[in-house]
């Protein structure tokens, strides 16, 4: 990227910032955090707690900052040619990125069914499905509700939803939800049961929870518009300068 700045300069398509789309965006970053379920278990599995959150920060600004350094200097030097799909934006006959779509694919082939079993595993305790998942026909219940979800998301797939949408739709639904209130929820209620909670802390929490809670239905109302009303994807794209890179 930074060789396609130098020789062709900046893309003339870049912008700094694109207000329509921050819905869509908003929904993406929900949904790359469908991982923050595990801090609390990780927390509390550290042979030293208290050192997490020094720990956490680091962690979390170094990723943050990375892929805010990505992103803007793919945007400056691909500008609005980037398409959504990162594969796609190479040459077909690169043999590495063929390469790498085949370790992704088969990365997904492999962990779905975990991911799939997690959704199971937490389907069987809630206690309006428990007795579905009691005694001799455990097994036999769970490999149907496997088979059930992963038919539900094969016919999903086949209606055509871009790949963008859905992933947009889960984020705010689902992942805005982890990432926004159930922490905030936990947190105000593990500190109050210690007496450690500040009224002012409580307040900072809840209204972090709120616009978590607000964004997430402007962005499922932004996804469905999409849906509905065509795709960005639709939309004429710039010449992508890594097509005619070799």
């Given at each position: 990227m930074a060789e396609i700045i130098h020789l062709q300069g900046i893309n003339h398509t870049s912008t700094n910032f694109n207000w329509g789309n921050f819905p869509m965006f908003f929904g993406m970053a929900c949904f790359s955090l469908e991982g923050i379920g595990l801090i609390f278990p990780i927390r509390g599995s550290l042979k030293q707690p208290d050192q997490f959150t020094r720990l956490f920060v680091i962690v979390a600004s170094s990723a943050v900052l990375l892929?805010?350094?990505?992103?803007?200097?793919?945007?400056?030097?691909?500008?609005n040619s980037v398409m959504s799909i990162v594969f796609h934006n190479f040459p077909k006959n690169y043999t590495v990125i063929f390469i790498l779509q085949f370790a992704y694919a088969l990365g997904i082939f492999t962990t779905f069914p975990l991911y799939i079993q997690a959704c199971i595993n937490t389907i069987k305790k809630i206690s309006l499905f428990k007795c579905l998942y009691q005694g001799k026909k455990e097994n036999l219940m769970t490999t149907l509700s496997r088979a059930v979800l992963i038919m539900m998301i094969f016919m999903i797939c086949m209606t055509g939803i871009n790949l963008l949408d859905f992933m947009d739709i889960a984020g705010s639904v689902c992942n805005s939800y982890l990432a926004f209130v159930l922490p905030a929820m936990v947190y105000i209620t593990h500190m109050e049961k210690k007496k450690q909670m500040s009224k002012c802390s409580k307040w900072v929490h809840i209204i972090l929870a709120s616009l978590g809670f607000i964004m997430s239905g402007i962005t499922l109302g932004f996804s469905l518009y999409k849906m509905f009303n065509g795709h960005s994807e639709k939309t004429l794209h710039s010449h992508n300068p890594l097509q005619d890179w070799n």
């Amino acid at each position: 990227m930074a060789e396609i700045i130098h020789l062709q300069g900046i893309n003339h398509t870049s912008t700094n910032f694109n207000w329509g789309n921050f819905p869509m965006f908003f929904g993406m970053a929900c949904f790359s955090l469908e991982g923050i379920g595990l801090i609390f278990p990780i927390r509390g599995s550290l042979k030293q707690p208290d050192q997490f959150t020094r720990l956490f920060v680091i962690v979390a600004s170094s990723a943050v900052l990375l892929y805010m350094i990505f992103g803007t200097v793919c945007n400056l030097a691909l500008g609005n040619s980037v398409m959504s799909i990162v594969f796609h934006n190479f040459p077909k006959n690169y043999t590495v990125i063929f390469i790498l779509q085949f370790a992704y694919a088969l990365g997904i082939f492999t962990t779905f069914p975990l991911y799939i079993q997690a959704c199971i595993n937490t389907i069987k305790k809630i206690s309006l499905f428990k007795c579905l998942y009691q005694g001799k026909k455990e097994n036999l219940m769970t490999t149907l509700s496997r088979a059930v979800l992963i038919m539900m998301i094969f016919m999903i797939c086949m209606t055509g939803i871009n790949l963008l949408d859905f992933m947009d739709i889960a984020g705010s639904v689902c992942n805005s939800y982890l990432a926004f209130v159930l922490p905030a929820m936990v947190y105000i209620t593990h500190m109050e049961k210690k007496k450690q909670m500040s009224k002012c802390s409580k307040w900072v929490h809840i209204i972090l929870a709120s616009l978590g809670f607000i964004m997430s239905g402007i962005t499922l109302g932004f996804s469905l518009y999409k849906m509905f009303n065509g795709h960005s994807e639709k939309t004429l794209h710039s010449h992508n300068p890594l097509q005619d890179w070799n």
